[in-house]
Nanobody, 118 residues
Framework: QVQLVESGGGLVQPGGSLRLSCAASGFTFSMYTMIWYRQAPGKERELVAA????????SYADSVKGRFNIARDNAKNTVYLQMNSLKPEDTAVYYC???????????WGQGTQVTVSS
């Protein structure tokens, strides 16, 4: 059974930091590209950051470059999103997704709420 379980969300003040985790099970984690998305109320879901299976290549949305860092630990089947210098506009539900492009397989987590507010 495939599972992606996000954790680490919460309420943080502007300028603060959070680290999100996404623990995976039920598939060969190292073969999948892992992607963090977010969706704010009334807005479309947007890609935040992505990392290839080997962990050597990453990509970020312009809005988070220099503030967020995506990393993965294939031994622990976990992907992380370190979020620094948080802004109120980072408030959203954050989701992780696993994608295996060659076979067009993808799995989603249930999301974790991040609220940036004073």
């Amino acid at each position: 059974q495939v599972q992606l379980v996000e954790s680490g969300g919460g309420l943080v003040q502007p300028g603060g930091s959070l680290r999100l985790s996404c623990a995976a099970s039920g598939f060969t984690f190292s073969m999948y590209t892992m992607i963090w998305y977010r969706q704010a109320p009334g807005k479309e879901r947007e890609l935040v950051a992505a990392i290839l299976g080997t962990g050597g290549t990453t990509s970020y949305a312009d809005s988070v470059k220099g503030r967020f860092n995506i990393a993965r630990d294939n031994a622990k089947n976990t992907v992380y999103l370190q979020m620094n210098s948080l802004k109120p506009e980072d408030t959203a539900v954050y989701y992780c997704k696993a994608v295996y492009f060659l076979e067009r397989r993808e799995y989603w987590g249930q999301g974790t709420q991040v609220t940036v507010s004073s």
